[in-house]
């Protein structure tokens, strides 16, 4: 086979090529200044966001590509200008086949006509004939799943059917390349197992598929190559567990710029933390700095004590907001005492977002004996245990309280829902938590009423 015969089989096999794209937005400090720039053209009034630095990429056919990034990094700007919802300031973007996206749901709906008509307008826009949406509709109205409401304008629709039904019209159209942002989670639980099974398909036949999420999960499970975006620029490009793991660092702030150590640098910590003092970056404090902190963090007690720092480590010491549910973690909390006190409770615990306590302990319940302690002592407290939930997202709480004199329960101080923190799963799990069982299968043979 000859060069020019095998490059002309590479290009065929490529699904997408972009080639140094940029997209800027211009950033006016005052309204005035848009209208003074409007008038006299010469006049320039306006700053620049650079959105999309000089980016290039290439998908091969068949690939699932998982595209990562912190919020604000480029990656919706990226899918809209693949799909031409932006126009780019600079670059090429060439693709091979039909593309539907999944980026924001039931743009192409018309509140006021119904359901079922409005399969036939998102099929035109999609570039389908009616021939060809009436081969599909059935396919569509089985997917959405939404009764007799099908016949009903879209505008009296609760937000979970419009979601079904808006999934449903775009999944079905058989399309080259699938582009999906942060979509796959719509409707109640039967719903979402359709969705990734109709996922799961595409993968199969070998569709593909440009994914972006904040599943970490998502990402292990279903793709076969992952990138990560920072302002604008792609810095990773490889396998995917390489790159879920160096996003997770991102995630706390442990990227090249820090010392092997993972200290922020104090420019870095005071744009974090408003509150830092340059004197207090040394490797025993601080820990809460590298993670995801709420900034709507409850906060109360009488004072006694204050717990002044949190963080969450693997086995090895190491920074991690991203907890596999099969593998130990330290969570780490850090109290100073400014009255004497006598056998303190620690305690730490696991919320969902919805507030749901999923899971804690404290010193009380383990029975350990924690001592006495005066003012100006400070400590440190280690839970390690496996974090068994279900995938998803978390907050932990860490506290101090003690019975006093009276033998009444008081809160020196509480940090509830101080850090946020992600679970992640490499099987799936069937309700709140994960159960790893040993299952035996015998089979028996014969007539069940022999003795």
Not at 43 to 53: D, K
Not at 422 to 430: A, G, I, N, Q, R
């Amino acid at each position: 086979m000859n060069e020019e015969n095998k490059e002309k089989i590479e290009e065929k096999d490529i699904a997408l090529k972009i080639e140094h794209l940029s997209k800027s937005y211009k950033m006016f400090h005052r309204k005035k200044d848009r209208i003074i720039e409007t008038i006299f053209p010469a006049v320039q009034r306006h700053g620049v966001f650079e959105a999309m630095h000089d980016f290039n990429l290439e998908v091969r056919r068949g690939e699932v590509l998982g595209i990562l990034g912190k919020n604000g990094a480029g990656k919706s700007t990226l899918l809209k200008m693949i799909t031409g919802v932006v126009t780019p300031t600079a670059g090429t973007i060439k693709a091979n086949g039909k593309i539907s996206s999944l980026l924001e749901l039931g743009t192409a709906f018309n509140p006021e006509l119904t359901g079922i008509e409005n399969i036939y307008q998102h099929g035109q826009v999609m570039g389908l004939t009616n021939k060809e949406i009436k081969e599909k509709e059935q396919e569509i109205i089985d997917f959405a799943d939404i009764g007799d409401h099908l016949h009903q304008p879209v505008k009296t629709y609760s937000s979970g059917m419009f979601a079904r039904l808006a999934f449903a019209c775009a999944i079905n159209v058989d399309p080259d390349i699938l582009i999906v942002d942060e979509v796959l989670s719509v409707g109640d639980m039967a719903f979402q197992l359709k969705c990734f099974k109709k996922f799961q398909q595409f993968k199969e036949k070998g569709k593909t598929i440009l994914f972006v999420t904040h599943s970490i999960t998502d990402v292990l499970r279903n793709c076969t190559r992952t990138i990560i975006i920072d302002s604008g620029r792609k810095i990773f490009d490889g396998g995917v567990k390489e790159g879920v793991e160096k996003y997770k660092k991102i995630i706390v702030g442990l990227d090249e710029k820090q010392s092997k150590e993972g200290i922020l640098t104090d420019d870095e910590l005071m744009k974090k933390n408003p509150n830092f003092k340059k004197e207090d970056n040394n490797k025993d404090s601080l820990w809460k700095t590298h993670f995801n902190e709420n900034p709507n963090v409850i906060d109360y007690g009488n004072g006694d004590a204050e717990v002044i720092d949190y963080g969450v480590f693997d086995e090895d010491g190491n920074y991690i907001s991203v907890v596999e549910n099969d593998k130990k973690v330290v969570l780490k909390s850090k109290i100073m005492f400014k009255k004497d006190v006598k056998e303190p409770i620690f305690t730490m615990t696991v919320k969902d977002f919805k507030g749901l306590e999923m899971a804690g302990t404290n010193t009380l319940i383990e029975k350990i004996a924690t001592g006495d302690f005066k003012k100006g002592d400070i400590v440190t407290v280690e839970f390690k245990q496996v974090i068994n939930v279900a995938p998803g997202k978390y907050t932990l709480s860490f506290s101090c309280t003690h019975f006093n004199h009276r033998g009444e329960l008081e809160v020196l101080n509480r940090k509830y829902d101080a850090l946020l923190i992600e679970v992640l799963s490499m099987k799936d799990t069937v309700g709140l938590m994960r159960i790893d069982s040993d299952i035996k299968i015998e089979k028996v043979n014969g007539d069940l009423n022999e003795k």
